[in-house]
């Protein structure tokens, strides 16, 4: 039904996360359409971004320098690294506008059934950034699933040579959540984690 060209742009679509083959074929059909005003600028800007866009060697953040630009603020606190799976996370955590530390990105979380072990992640990299005289504080700020815990119990047993108190973030009740729509898991560990008003 469709050219080369057309399937290989829906099978390029259909990997990224969240699109299947069909919202792949209806992203493309809608890029297609509007050629001038979203596919051109859009293939413009992932151009610039292959180009330009390079992972921090100190955090692993993305951005167009190297170290990135929170690396290299000497306004935000060195003595704080907050640990996260993802670019992604970090990002989401820097919109908060809540954290002024740094930052150390892992790369991913441990998994047996995915083949990914602590060679594949930046753990070395966070224990040696760990053992700097400046830094007091690690926050593990994983995602509340098995994985994500998993590496945070093996980052806390790695990090146990070093003089650096590791915290994490608290589990629990999310703002404006009401108790009738959560989880069990999620209740269990608002429970746990009580504290004295």
Known sequence: MTGPEIEKLIQLLARLPGLGPRSARRAALDLLKRRDALLRPLAEALNVAAEKI?????????????????????????????????????????????????????????????????????????VERASAPEVREIILAMNATVEGQTTAHYVTDRLAGTKVQVTRLAHGLPVGGELDYLDDGTLTAALRARRAI
């Open 54 to 126: 390079v992972a921090c060697a100190i955090c692993g953040n993305l951005d167009t320098v190297n170290p990135c630009a929170i690396c290299a603020d000497v306004r935000r606190d060195s003595a704080t690294l907050c640990v996260v799976e993802e670019v992604a996370d970090l990002w989401a955590i820097e919109r908060s506008a809540a954290f002024r530390g740094r930052y150390h990105v892992l790369g991913g979380v441990l998994s047996a059934l995915d083949g990914i072990g602590p060679e594949d992640l930046g753990i070395a990299r966070l």
